[in-house]
């Protein structure tokens, strides 16, 4: 017979929970976090650097000398906008005296620069760094001589102070804390600036006065009466003149004579008497009254006129005034050529140059070794610097960069004039774009002529584009003569 499976019963209850387990072991320790950034070095001097008249001025003080010490960070603002004049004046570092433009190189160990130089936030940062050597020069990479050193130095422990004295020794147990507590000291009732005084048996406050002192004398004092010595004592005296019948005022000296005395009068002596007089103390040197002194400006001399005064006068160079602020330098005996313009399309004007009186552009020039030239650069552009260089000055008929004078090939012969007054010697002359470039031509081999492959090949040329460029062919006298040229 078949049996047919009943429904499944209901399920029966859940079992109580088992007891906990023991805890696993303690995971391994987790990799190190990544190091978080480093911090900014901290400033510990802010230069504000301003341009001006082709030079830096260092917290208002033009090519000012810096000292620096190693390892630590300076900062240089240039945010001011004089310093985005004439393309910019960036201001670097080199171990070399005016950088790039002595022929160095720039020093970058520890420096940087943000931002764009003349705006807000355009600054440099310089951390010195530890092998630095003792002396770098700080230079415009754009301009010629605008910088000045920078002393570098290593900060040094000062030498020990010397011990202070020892402190007094503790007294004995039970000693006196106040100074009343003393046996031979008896205060009653202190006043101020009482002091302790000793009346032949103990120390007793009292007051101390003038006339408590055994060599003054004072009786019956009255209001603005002095003390006198006598020869024995110092005594109160009536007489505020401090002698018998002495003068109270400068008047009554028996040696000046005051008449009608006005504002700011001094006294002057006549060879008798002193006298008031009008004119004012010599605190200045225009005060005196044989000088006529005005609008003094930086660079001014005295001249003596024919009305027998002292006149300041500004010393005037090709009819343009000059600051002389250096020793002064004379172009006695120097041919002159007067550049009054600069362009990159047509080149360096030269004035009056011709027989006919007119302008020429980039004309050759000869010029005889052992004379002296000045070139006037009064065109005043500081994107075309004029710079006396050695050829080739063309490849293939396309104009090339010449290299300036060294020392070996006349650039010892340079030196430079600034419209301020301030002067340039040798190599660093060259590159200027205003003022008065002043060249000796030396006694050596040059090109006569075109024709000519005698080196150096001279020649004047921008710095900055080749293209403007002119000859200088140099001889001797004699040659001229015999037909050199």
């Known amino acids: 017979m078949t049996y047919i499976p009943g429904n499944a019963g209901q399920d029966g209850l859940d079992g109580s929970s ?3 387990g023991s805890s696993g072991s303690t995971g391994a320790q987790g990799n190190p976090g990544s190091s978080g950034t480093s911090g900014l070095d901290p400033i510990v001097r802010d230069y504000a650097i301003t341009s001006s008249g082709g030079a830096y001025y260092v917290d208002g003080v033009i090519r000012d000398t810096l000292t620096l010490l190693k390892g630590f960070t300076y900062k240089f603002d240039q945010s001011d906008s004089s310093n985005a004049g004439a393309g910019g004046h960036p201001l670097a570092f080199s171990t070399t ?5 002595g022929g160095g190189t720039k020093y970058t160990s520890g420096f940087s620069y943000v931002g764009t130089v003349g705006t807000a936030g355009a600054y440099a940062l310089f951390k010195v760094p530890h092998d630095a050597p003792d002396t770098l020069y700080y230079y415009c990479e754009n301009h010629s001589g605008m910088g000045a050193s920078a002393n570098i130095n290593t900060l040094q422990s000062g030498t020990s102070g010397s011990s202070g004295s020892s402190g007094a020794g503790g007294g004995g147990g039970g000693g006196a804390s106040n100074i009343n507590d003393l046996g031979d000291v008896s205060i009653t009732s202190a006043q101020n600036k009482q002091v302790l005084r000793y009346d032949g048996s103990g120390w007793v406050n009292a007051t101390h006065n003038v006339n408590d002192l055994g060599d003054v004398s004072i009786s019956n004092l009255q209001t603005n009466q002095i003390l006198k010595y006598n020869g024995a004592t110092w005594v109160n005296d009536a007489d505020s003149t401090g002698g018998g019948g002495g003068a109270s005022n400068i008047n009554d000296l028996g040696d000046v004579s005051i008449s009608s005395a006005q504002n700011n009068e001094i006294l002057r002596y006549n060879g008798t ?6 004119e004012s103390a010599a605190g200045a040197l225009g005060d005196l009254s044989d000088v006529n002194h ?11 006129n024919t009305a027998g005064t002292f006149a300041n006068k500004p010393i005037s160079v090709l009819g343009d005034d000059v600051a002389w602020t ?7 005996g120097a041919n002159i050529y007067r550049v009054t313009g600069a362009t990159s399309g047509s080149g360096y004007v030269f004035s009056d140059l011709l027989d006919s009186g007119n302008d020429t552009n980039n004309p050759r020039l000869y010029l005889w070794q052992e004379h002296t030239y000045a070139f006037y650069l009064s065109y005043n552009g500081a994107s075309h610097p004029f710079a006396i260089r050695t050829g080739p000055f063309e490849v293939n008929n396309n104009p090339t960069h010449g290299t300036n004078l060294t020392s070996s090939n006349g650039g010892n012969g340079l030196f430079h004039i600034d419209t301020d ?3 340039t010697d040798g190599t660093s002359a060259n590159g200027k774009f205003k003022g008065w470039l002043v060249w000796r031509v030396p006694m050596m081999s040059g090109r006569l002529k075109t024709t000519d492959s005698t080196s150096p090949h001279y020649g004047y040329q921008c710095t900055v584009h080749a293209g403007m460029y002119g000859e200088i062919f140099t001889g001797h006298v004699w040659q001229g003569y015999n037909g050199g040229w």
């Open 273 to 278: 008497n002193w006298v008031n007089s009008t």
């Open 294 to 304: 005005t609008s003094g400006a930086a660079g001014n001399v005295l001249i003596r």
């Open 421 to 423: 007054g301030s002067v």
């Open 326 to 332: 250096e020793g002064l330098r004379l172009l006695v």
């Open 97 to 101: 005296s005016n950088g790039t433009w």
């Open 18 to 20: 088992g007891t906990a």
